[in-house]
């Protein structure tokens, strides 16, 4: 069983690598940090493995957008509230590692984000507490899959623990505090990869 601690820092933009510049387009430019957790069970291979991952974190990120001349108020209205200054928000993904030695692993994945306009401690609290109920429900089965089928059971828990997190996930798009009445979150999905270099604690680079 693998569980990593670590640290990330992320820059996006779609000016980046041939990105849309359209000036019928909303061109947005993201800076996120924060800490996470990564787990899983590895296929070992002695000098290297495979690791079926899922990990959440703990986000701030900053929006900024370049918007078209035509945009609808409506619109404007939507990104100037989450736009200017560091928001708070989680991270989920699901993926598959491949690592070498100690050091250093590369991963693919497949991710979701919610970035919340405000926080709010005590609302935010319950919905965190909810979902965690759900990951340690399926957490208290890891060794028992694992044991019960060495060959699948990565696999299965990985997949069990997603299924939570993109639930989870779906559940936050119209209330960021679900199950409690709260604002619409701005939310986002999509494939990721990157490498992750481990010094004790681990720092990701993605």
């Not at 900053?62 to 409506?74: C, F, M, Q, Y």
């Not at 199950?179 to 990869?193: A, D, M, N």
Request: cysteine-free; hydrophobic content about 40%.
């Amino acid at each position: 069983e693998l569980d990593d601690k670590f640290l990330f820092f992320d820059y996006s933009s779609s000016d980046l690598f041939g990105g849309s510049n359209e000036v019928s387009s909303v061109n947005p430019e993201l800076i996120r940090f924060g800490v996470g957790r990564r787990e899983g069970y590895a296929y070992d291979f002695k000098s290297s493995y495979l690791y079926p991952y899922t990990q959440t974190a703990f986000s701030l990120t900053k929006l900024s957008t370049t918007r078209p001349a035509n945009i609808a108020p409506g619109d404007s209205a939507i990104l100037d509230r989450f736009q200017g200054d560091f928001r708070f928000g989680s991270i989920g993904e699901i993926g598959m590692a491949y690592g070498i030695g100690d050091v250093v692993s590369i991963r693919a994945g497949y991710e979701n984000w919610v970035m919340n306009p405000r926080w709010v401690f005590w609302p935010w609290l319950g919905s965190y507490l909810i979902g965690s109920i759900g990951m340690e429900l399926v957490s208290s089965f890891g060794d028992d899959i694992v044991e019960g089928s060495p060959t699948l059971g990565p696999m299965i828990y990985t997949i069990l623990r997603g299924a939570v997190i993109y639930g989870f996930a779906v559940l936050l798009r119209d209330a960021q505090y679900w199950p409690f009445r709260s604002e619409k979150p701005l939310t986002g999905e999509g494939f990721r990869v990157g490498m992750t270099f481990t010094f004790g604690a681990a720092a990701s680079v993605s």
